[in-house]
């Protein structure tokens, strides 16, 4: 398929950002301005300026003896990098390939695009309608090649090249329609070279000898025979799913509905491919240009509709559709592959390899977050704050099993925290203990388990623990650092609680 790309120039871009929020300055001559060697120059003009014979880089001072009702505001020296950037997002209902041009332009790869609005005529006019309706005032031109139709929404006055065609169309237009250098477009100028034909009749080595490697690049770009690639401001994705409305949608049923369509293709898609979802991005196009989306996320790839529709439906309570939703997209933003689990006969006790506990886990992150749902595996250590580990992924297989016979408590505290113990000598276990300025009378006690330190990793006092219970049934991992000498303080410290 051959590409087919369209270029946006926006006209006024600044000014017509500024007018939307300011609807007063509509009606007049209104520039932007910024001072330069003690003079106020302008930078940017709207319709009316420019109709008045006000143009960009015209003293403010000439402009407003040209134009009495003159409106001027301060410009921002800031690139249009971010208005471009959240035009080009909104620009993406239209292709999923858009990149901003700065300093005042779209490009979109249109390829295979422009059917879906019953042709390339009608695919410009929607969008040109579109920006009009919004305040933009624009330019834009469809053809094979990024240059070409740069040029020719810039310098020309034909909004569709046809499919090979550029060098026609492109042959009657002055040379910096190229997006070629000041210095090199004077050059030509001198030469009398005025328009792009006339660069055809001469030499490539005396062009790239006098005008530098860019005019021969930009020149081959326009026809075709460079490639020429742009950054999208939303890269794409290999599975994703688009469904357009005819009519707004506004209502959640409505909502609900395009999310089952889109789960049930995209679904389908990454079923065939043997692949599920980590991460999906449901994304809504509102008819005021803002788009609203939610996220979610999988332990396990998944490509179950019904499951994964439970996940979003937690979420799209924050969709606001205000004046109505135009567009729904559903992305696959990360995926890996879902082999198939073989079944079992009987079903015995869940594990974290059944597809249902995935499911129960997915659930329940969605309500608190993934990030507070942990699992942990043993440690070959004694040290008990090194003898457990983080699991990497809900899922992963357990490399070996707890040690049946060490009696540890489930909930064992980062660091040890010291507690006032009363206990007899030597070696007996506590008679109580003080903890959050709570006596605490010790009915029964099991120790003490001496664990030595790890010499191989630092050198320290032993341990001996005591798991204890007090007159209210709860049960505490109490130890004593080192040995008993009868004039050390802090030397009983608090480092778990049993279930």
């Known amino acids: 398929m051959a590409k087919r790309y369209v270029t946006i120039w926006f006209r006024h871009l600044k000014t017509d950002w500024i007018t939307l929020r300011r609807p007063e300055l509509s009606k007049f001559p209104f520039v932007l301005v910024l001072p330069v060697h003690g003079k106020m120059i302008i930078t940017a003009t709207n319709t009316h300026a420019e109709e008045d014979g006000i143009y960009t880089g015209m003293p403010l001072a000439d402009a407003r003896a040209i134009a009495p009702a003159l409106k001027y505001l301060d410009d921002k020296p800031a690139p249009s990098g971010k208005l471009l950037g959240s035009i080009a997002r909104w620009c993406i209902r239209y292709s999923p390939v858009v990149a901003p041009d700065l300093p005042d ?64 169309a492109l042959q009657h237009l002055p040379p910096v329609s190229l997006r070629i250098g000041e210095e090199a477009v004077e050059l030509l100028l001198r ?42 401001v939303q890269v794409p994705v290999e599975f994703e799913e688009r469904l357009a409305s005819p009519e707004p949608i506004i209502t959640a049923t409505g909502i609900r509905i395009a999310l089952e369509k889109l789960l049930e293709r995209l679904c ?3 079923r065939a491919a043997g692949k599920g979802l980590r991460t999906a991005v449901f994304a809504c196009y509102r008819v005021d240009g803002k788009i609203e989306q939610v996220e979610i996320g999988t332990v396990r790839a998944s490509h179950n509709p019904v499951h994964l529709f439970t996940l979003f439906e937690l979420k799209l309570e924050a969709i606001e559709p205000a004046l109505g939703i135009e567009l729904f997209v559903l992305r696959a933003v990360k995926t890996e592959e879902a082999l198939a689990v073989q079944e079992k006969i009987w079903r015995g006790t869940c594990t974290v390899t059944d597809q249902r506990f995935s499911e129960l886990m997915d659930r329940i992150a969605g309500k608190i977050g993934l990030s507070n749902i942990h699992r942990y595996f043993p440690a070959e250590h004694h040290w008990p704050e090194r003898s457990y580990r983080e699991a990497a992924v809900i899922h992963e297989e357990i490399p070996l099993e707890w ?43 099991d120790g003490p388990e001496r664990i030595e ?33 009868g004039d050390r303080r802090n030397q009983w410290f608090l480092h778990g609680f049993f279930a």
């Not at 579109?130 to 020309?156: L, P, Q």
């Not at 060490?406 to 903890?435: G, K």
């Not at 990793?457 to 080192?482: Q, T």
Request: one cysteine or more; charged letters at 30%; glycine letters at 8%.
């Open 191 to 232: 030469l009398g070279i005025r328009e792009v034909e006339g660069l055809w009749h001469l030499p490539r080595s005396s062009m790239s000898r006098r005008f530098g490697k860019q005019l021969l690049t930009r020149l081959d770009q326009a026809m075709g025979e460079a490639e020429e690639y742009i950054v999208p």
């Open 268 to 270: 389908e898609r990454l």
């Open 105 to 168: 332009g779209i490009i979109i790869d249109a390829t295979g695009c422009a059917h879906l609005w019953s042709g390339e005529e009608k695919y410009i006019t929607v969008m040109h309608n579109r920006f009009a309706a919004m305040g933009y005032d624009t330019c834009m031109a469809m053809a094979d090649t990024i240059g070409a139709a740069w040029a020719m929404a810039h310098y020309g006055n034909q909004k569709i090249i046809e499919p090979g065609k550029q060098k026609e």
């Open 403 to 445: 040690p049946e016979h060490m009696h540890r408590p489930l909930h064992i505290l980062q660091r040890p925290l010291p507690v006032e113990v009363t206990a007899p000598v030597p070696d007996y276990p506590p008679m109580n203990f003080r903890y959050r300025n709570k006596l605490h009378k010790v009915k029964k006690a």
């Open 453 to 485: 330190k790890e010499w191989w990793i630092e050198e320290g006092e032993h341990r001996d623990y005591y798991a204890v219970e007090d007159e209210e049934g709860k049960r505490y991992w109490l130890f004593r650092s080192g040995h008993y000498t």
